[in-house]
């Protein structure tokens, strides 16, 4: 975990305690890091620092909003980050902006790697994971994520092999209606 993950996550554990001065910096510093984000994102694309800015506040006021939602057991950044990807995405939407119209020689830059991507991508699973049954995701968990087999797995949840192969047909099923409800809203 850096230096950074560590201060920003103490100032959120502050400001979720209801400490107004640690709220205040933590939004400070998110906004800095923000905007350095978006101001990279949109310049591939010809977007200017003003619509940057927009983007900053909007995500700024979802952190706000939504900080009774952050998991305290979890990093902080990942969570920030997939705010941050999600009003970017919003914003593309919203101004109709299509990768079609980036200069070839600048599309690398808009769809370069994220180091945030990973972290982002383990903590949209577990947010999934979460609203399965417990046997459910105890025998996904077991056998697609941990690769244990499926007498494994019984063994681990506590039910039987037939009920492991159940459980993980109708939890990957609910898993793939849940993604596809987020993707149309």
Not at 77 to 103: C, G, M, N, Q
Not at 157 to 165: H, L, N, P, Q, T
């Amino acid at each position: 975990m850096t230096t950074n993950e560590i201060e920003l996550k103490a100032l959120m554990l502050a400001s979720l305690d209801g400490d107004a001065v640690s709220h205040r910096a933590l939004l400070e510093r998110l906004s800095r890091r923000l905007r350095a984000y978006y101001k990279g994102k949109l310049a591939g694309i010809g977007r200017g620092a003003a619509e940057a800015e927009d983007l900053v506040q909007e995500a700024v006021l979802a952190i706000h909003i939504k900080r009774h939602t952050y998991d305290a057991a979890e990093p902080l950044t990942p969570w920030v980050h997939a705010i941050a990807r999600y009003k970017l995405i919003d914003f593309l939407r919203r101004t109709r902006t299509s990768f079609t119209e980036v200069p070839i020689d600048e599309a690398d830059q808009i769809m370069a790697h994220d180091d945030n991507v990973s972290a982002e991508s383990t903590y949209d699973v577990r947010r999934l994971m979460e609203r399965l049954p417990k046997n459910m995701r105890c025998a996904i968990e077991a056998v697609k994520l941990d690769g244990q087999s499926i007498a494994e797995a019984a063994d681990r949840c506590g039910i039987s092999e037939s009920a492991v192969k159940v459980n993980i047909h109708r939890g990957l099923k609910m898993l793939a209606a849940s993604i596809a409800r987020e993707t149309r809203t």
